[in-house]
């Protein structure tokens, strides 16, 4: 099945810093999520991107389809952006595949 | 309305009993699934129902049942679980299964299981 690699595991940020997650896949995707699940286990959809630039607020993603790989910024963090942030992709086989989450902590 | 709704959120249960986790989603969404999350670890899929169908099992356990009633309604049958089997239980949903390009999955807030 198709692997997908998150970097960097584990990010610690002071408050108001900017931070880019990397998500790399292994075969060509029909679908790429990008989520944040809550302390909750509650998973947030953040993007839909399979390919091209989305934003949303202080979020925004990018996947490069054809490199095969997607990433995500999240500028002026706050400490309610701590949680782990998974990327998730689709091949052909209807199966979402996640990769192993970047936690992030955001210090006061 | 984005919302996928799971019952319970919380369940104990012991090694000989049988209950049911319940999902519901109102998007008119087709394809539905059931995830498997141990503690630090991402999602893993168990199954996936489209237009009501099972369409993907992926290996799992008998003890786990799943049943789609209908197209908004998902539960997973547990029997005899063991307590490596207790984790969070999630539920999501998505337009089709089967179209060219995916569609995007929207997940309810689980089910936190624990069998003793």
């Known amino acids: 099945g198709i692997q997908v690699e998150q970097s960097p595991p584990d990010l610690i940020l002071q408050e108001g810093a900017n931070s880019t997650l990397r998500c790399n896949f292994s075969?060509?995707?029909?679908?790429l999520q990008w989520f944040h699940q809550n302390p909750w286990g509650q998973l947030i959809n953040l993007f839909y991107?399979?390919?091209g630039t989305k934003q949303n607020g202080r979020l925004s993603a990018t996947t490069v389809a054809t490199e095969r790989y997607s990433l995500l910024y999240i500028s002026s963090s706050q400490t309610t952006d701590s949680g782990v942030y998974f990327c998730?992709?689709?091949?052909?086989?209807?199966?979402?595949?996640f990769g192993a989450g970047t936690t992030v902590t955001v210090r006061a | 309305d984005t919302e996928v709704t799971q019952t319970p959120k919380h369940l104990v249960m012991g090694m000989t009993n049988k209950k049911s986790l319940k999902c519901e989603q109102h998007?008119?969404?087709?394809?539905m699934y059931w995830y498997k999350q141990k503690a630090k670890k991402p999602p893993e899929l168990m199954f996936v129902?489209?237009?009501?169908?099972?369409?993907i099992n992926e290996s799992v356990p008998s003890r786990f049942s799943p049943e789609c009633p209908n197209s908004s309604l998902l539960n997973l049958h547990l029997h005899a679980l063991q307590p490596e089997d207790s984790a969070l239980y999630l539920c999501?949903?998505?337009?089709?299964?089967?179209?060219?390009?995916?569609?995007?999955?929207?997940f309810g807030q689980g089910t936190r299981l624990t069998v003793v």
């Open positions: 129902y489209s237009y009501e169908k099972l369409s």
């Open positions: 991107i399979p390919s």
């Open positions: 998007m008119g969404h087709r394809a």
């Open positions: 998730a992709v689709e091949a052909n086989d209807y199966k979402l595949s």
């Open positions: 075969d060509s995707v029909n679908n």
């Open positions: 999501a949903s998505s337009q089709e299964s089967n179209l060219p390009r995916g569609t995007e999955a929207f």
